[in-house]
């Protein structure tokens, strides 16, 4: 099976389901991970995009109730709910305005008392910031969300944030779209028809956006091969699509903290698998905040041409050191691709190279360019999956055999 | 293992100091050659001179041809080599039954070239009796009964005609292939040598055998040996000339030994470009890297070549290839254990630590017992099977109290002891002024167990001496492992690299930990891992990377093909990685360690965890095991 489909994607042939599904049971990891590589080196050589972005939730209080959730409280008053006011929301880019991020990414709960208004303005005030910041905001779930919500077409929804700022649209909220898997962890928010109405939607108004799947839950290696399947098509006719994203599920603090999370290896062969169906999506995302900085560089080898952005948080800005927070993570991104023997390409949302980065010399060579002038506070990056949490810094042997 | 010659410096001879090669080199110390440059001679033992070579210490250098094939990347200097047509009488197997009808035979290891000659002789003969490594004077006082020995050089010659029986090893080669053999040769590092230099060295021999006579009475008159014996030796026995027949039969016994996987394949490229000058490159790396996975020998050359050009997915597929190969089975296993620090006083300050507390300093501490005690019944409740203790140079330590220490868990707990790596041993020898086996013996007798390959970082000294001034030597740290494995216990080896050591040290590192296993076979398993950068450190951060780890990993999956088993070292890269690293050629997990800040951290049970990590593996399509210190599986794979 493994020949038959390193065949067509030599000669450039489409694969079907039934290939993505064997792909996925592959057990021979390398020959998927390597079957991928070579696609994405065909497309984008050496080149691994990362860009500078921040990220802002102004209200974390929603009316679904999404198993996987962790984020999200459902009444405006309950303990550790909360909602920014327009100012305080502003304040996060203002903040960082003599080192700006390119792009703001905010994405919010489905908040049941906030008027249209308050989105609007909330874009418009970014703009009046910094008019040249490219606004990725909203997902799918909450375009929807916003058209029931306030007795509107998506189509007016879209236009009146276009009108307000909005440049393009995140991938979140796509879930598994397969409607067994979605009505038992997503049911009371957009389905996986509305997610991709929304888009083909945006498409239409010249925006582009990205896909998301969120897997290794309850859903089969089927259910994944559909969510692809759907999102090729749709962009097959609208070519909207910049990049996809898996997100790996992670059971922490949800409805479903008695599934255990998905592993690197699952990880990988996912970005794998992904790059090699989606032959219409330019880029495939490894997003280093879910799957460790450590695996994504890796993935930057399975498929993956992406690892997202610096994502300042103001979690990150406490980090010691001299130099700026932003600075730190930029460094340590550029650091992460060249390790990974790749070409570091700092971009803007839409994939315009900003920056070419020179590449280490061989891939041995990663570990001579050490940077010497780093102070010695730790500069780590933070790691936020369940890998940091095992022992990785509590080894104070140096050598544990 | 090339790096860039500087043509400006002297050049670097470095010669063997045993009389056989001063014809070779006698030119040379009296200043009697001229070069296109200055030029300096070191003389030395083999090993020595093989390791200066190899680490970039010397430019050309009188070579075993084993040591040179091991190395790889070298140029062959025509003309003059340490050979025999016919009996050569210092290489020899001894004994008082014909060499048929003996079941076992004690191998002087001091000469590898010599081991595989015996080795391939023996084979040709449809002969298998066990071989055991043991020292020169050693293997000699076994003779007897079913027992022989393998002698060279100077102790070969010693007791000629002693024995009933004797096999002169280049005697047995001529009656095997029709050739001659050679056993050393000078071999440069590529573009050292200037045209014209080559016949220095041609010079330098005329030279030399000019003068066999007087060589031959100085060294019997230091020796007290008969000098007539010694001319005849030199002028009969051996034979100086590296000519056509010559390179024939090193050519011959480099593919006979490769085929039996003793030396690297690599080789004969070295002698059929006898001047060659480019990269020796000629194969491709497909090529390389199927023969790896097929099991050849790879030379520290090949090594390097794959460690900085070989794509990962390929590294991968033939470490992976190995590993099938070596545990067909697909089961990885790995051991519940707990990794105990009973004190962390030291000495040493190394560079790259930051665990230790100098000598009075307030956060040093002793575990107690009461302390010590607690820690081991939580191991035992949790089903572990083994403590790994090590420590600092705590130099309120004594061998006593350790003994003590060691009697008192093994009569307390039923646990194997994993304790105290070579640094450790070789500190209590200097404190107690004992010698490395007799302080082996007195830890054994009080329930050691086997040897952690702690400490052993990177084993080329320039390295270590940059990160850690006060560490024992590279030959140190072999030499109690060498103690270690003779004594028949076991021993994990590891590496650290990443601080200020290069690819081709990795790789000299991994070269010698070969070396060693082809002697002992002591080692079980290989561990390595990327200096980890913390607070407490005095080297900056590597940039080693994910990618740099499974090369790495592969890279040693590919060259220690005589070591069982690679660990996937999940504490240090993280279980993702770890689990990653099992397609990496890593048959192993390592240990389940259980630490308290682990433990209270992740706010989980040991149970936990070790169902995760199996969790991890079955994913990674394999089945798991527990096991023990030795590998064996404590529980049925699933
Ligand atoms: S819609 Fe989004 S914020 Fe709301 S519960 Fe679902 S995932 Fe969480
Ligand atoms: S010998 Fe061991 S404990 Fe002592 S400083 Fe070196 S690494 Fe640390």
């Not at chain 2, 041609?202 to 019997?220: D, I």
Request: aromatic residues 8%; hydrophobic residues 45%; glycine residues 8%.
């Amino acid at each position: 099976m493994l020949d038959s489909i390193r065949d067509k994607v030599r000669r450039g042939e489409r694969l079907d389901a039934a290939d993505a599904l064997a792909l996925f049971c592959e057990p021979d990891l390398l020959a998927v991970g390597a079957l991928a590589n070579e696609v994405r080196e065909r497309m984008h050589g050496d080149r691994a995009f990362f860009n500078r972005n921040m990220r802002v939730e102004v209200t974390n209080v929603c009316v679904a109730s999404c198993l996987f959730c962790s984020f999200a409280k459902l009444e405006a008053d309950s303990p550790g709910a909360h909602t920014m006011t327009l100012e305080d929301a502003w304040r996060e880019l203002e903040v960082r305005m003599d080192d700006p991020p390119g792009e703001v990414h905010i994405v919010n709960g489905l908040h049941p008392g906030l008027p249209f208004t308050y989105y609007e303005e909330l874009l418009r005030g970014f703009k009046r910031i910094k008019p040249d910041v490219h606004l990725k905001c909203f997902t799918a779930v909450e375009i929807q969300f916003f058209a029931d919500h306030y007795g509107m077409t998506v189509t007016d929804v879209l236009s009146r944030l276009r009108e307000a700022g909005l440049d393009s649209m995140p991938g979140g909220g796509a879930e598994i779209f397969h409607p067994d898997v979605r009505s038992r962890i997503s049911h009371d928010k957009a389905t996986g028809q509305q997610w991709l109405d929304v888009h083909r939607e945006a498409h239409a108004m010249g925006m582009r956006t990205n896909a998301t799947m969120l897997y290794g839950h309850i859903e089969t290696f089927e259910h994944r091969v559909d969510h692809l399947m759907r999102l090729r098509e749709l962009q097959d006719r609208t070519g909207g699509f910049q990049a996809f994203i898996p997100l790996a599920f992670h059971p922490d603090g949800n409805g479903m903290k008695n599934l255990p999370a998905p592993t690197a290896v699952d990880d990988l062969r996912t970005v794998a698998v992904s790059r090699l169906v989606l032959d219409n999506f330019a880029h495939i995302k490894s997003y280093w905040v879910s799957s460790t900085p450590k695996i994504a560089q890796v993935a930057l080898r399975f498929g993956a041409d992406d690892i997202d952005g610096t994502i300042v948080h103001e979690t990150i800005y406490s980090a010691a050191g001299s130099t700026s927070p932003s600075g730190l993570a930029y460094d340590e991104l550029v650091r992460l691709i060249r390790e990974a023997g790749r070409i570091p390409i700092e971009r803007d949302t839409l994939y315009n190279v900003l920056r070419e980065h020179p590449r280490a010399a061989l891939p041995e060579a990663a570990a001579k360019v050490r940077d010497r002038e780093r102070p010695k506070a730790k500069r780590r990056l933070p790691v936020t999956d369940a890998a940091a949490d095992v022992a990785v810094d509590s080894t104070k042997e140096s050598s544990p055999w | 293992m090339v790096t860039h010659p500087d043509r400006t410096e002297p050049l670097r001879i470095h010669g063997v100091h045993y009389l056989n090669a001063r014809p070779l080199w006698q030119a040379f110390a009296d200043g009697a050659v001229t070069m296109s440059r200055e030029h300096r001679l070191v003389l030395a033992a083999p090993a020595e001179v093989a390791r200066a070579i190899a680490e970039g210490d010397a430019d050309v250098a009188l070579l075993p041809v084993a040591a040179a094939a091991s190395i790889g990347g070298l140029e062959l200097v025509p003309g003059s080599a340490i050979g025999a047509d016919g009996p050569v009488r210092s290489v020899a197997i001894f004994g008082e039954r014909p060499l048929d009808q003996l079941d076992t035979i004690a191998l002087d290891l001091s000469s590898r070239t010599s081991v595989v000659l015996a080795r391939l002789v023996l084979a040709a003969r449809g002969l298998r009796p066990r071989l055991v490594g043991a020292t020169a004077a050693e293997a000699l006082s076994r003779v007897g009964g079913a027992t022989g020995a393998l002698a060279i050089g100077d102790a070969a010659l010693a007791v000629e005609g002693r024995f009933a029986h004797t096999l002169d090893l280049a005697a047995a080669w001529k009656e095997l292939t029709g050739l001659p053999f050679v056993f050393a040769a000078w071999f440069a590092r590529p573009g050292v040598l200037a045209a014209g230099d080559g016949e220095a060295f041609t010079a330098a021999k005329g030279y030399g055998l000019a003068r066999v006579a007087e060589l031959a009475a100085e060294h019997a008159e230091a020796h007290g040996l008969d000098a007539a014996s010694l001319t005849s030796y030199l002028q009969d026995s051996l034979r100086y000339d590296l000519d056509a027949p010559a390179l024939r039969g090193l050519g011959e016994f480099f593919a006979r030994a490769a085929s039996a996987r003793q030396l690297p394949r690599s080789a004969p490229s070295t002698v059929t470009a006898p001047v060659a000058t480019g990269p020796q490159h000629a194969e491709s790396l497909d090529r390389l890297l199927s023969r790896a996975a097929d099991g050849d020998r790879l030379s520290g050359a090949e090594g390097v070549r794959l460690l900085r050009e070989a794509p990962l997915f390929d590294l991968g597929l033939a470490a992976d290839a190995v590993r099938r190969r070596k545990h067909p089975h697909g089961v990885v296993t790995y051991i519940v254990d707990r990794n105990v620090n009973y004190t962390n006083v030291c000495t040493t300050s190394c560079r790259f630590c930051a665990f230790y507390r100098p000598v009075g300093h307030a956060e040093g501490y002793v575990l107690s017992r009461e302390e010590l005690a607690e820690k081991l019944s939580e191991v035992v409740r949790a089903g572990g099977v083994q403590i790994l203790l090590q420590g600092g140079l705590n130099p309120d330590l004594r061998l006593s109290w350790y003994e003590d220490l060691f009697r008192w868990m093994k009569r307390e707990f039923a646990l194997g002891l994993h304790a105290l790596s070579p640094e450790e041993i070789l500190h209590l020898a200097r404190i107690e002024e004992l010698d490395v086996r007799a302080v082996l013996e007195r830890l054994r007798a009080a329930g050691l167990d086997s040897v952690p390959g702690g400490g052993a970082e990177i084993l080329v000294d320039r390295v270590r001496r940059r990160i850690a001034k006060a560490k024992c030597t590279s030959e140190e740290w072999l030499g109690v492992m060498r103690v270690a494995h003779h004594m028949g216990l076991r021993s994990s080896a590891t590496m650290m690299y990443g601080t200020t050591d290069t690819p081709e040290d990795r790789v000299q590192h991994l070269l010698k930990l070969r070396e060693l296993q082809d002697e002992t076979a002591g080692f079980t398993a290989f561990f390595c891992w990327d200096y980890q950068y913390e607070k407490g450190t005095r080297i900056a951060p590597g940039d080693g990377g994910t990618q740099l780890y499974l090369r790495t990993q592969a890279v040693s999956r590919l060259m220690l093909d005589n070591v069982d088993h690679v660990g996937a070292s999940w504490v240090t890269q993280g279980p993702a990685v770890g689990q990653v690293a099992l397609r990496f050629g890593a048959d192993d997990f390592g240990s389940v360690m259980f630490e308290e800040n682990v433990v209270s951290s992740a706010g989980t049970t040991f149970g936990v965890d070790a169902r995760e990590i199996e969790r991890r593996v079955r994913e990674a399509g394999f089945r798991v095991a527990r096991r023990d210190v030795r590998y064996a599986w404590l529980t049925e794979p699933s």
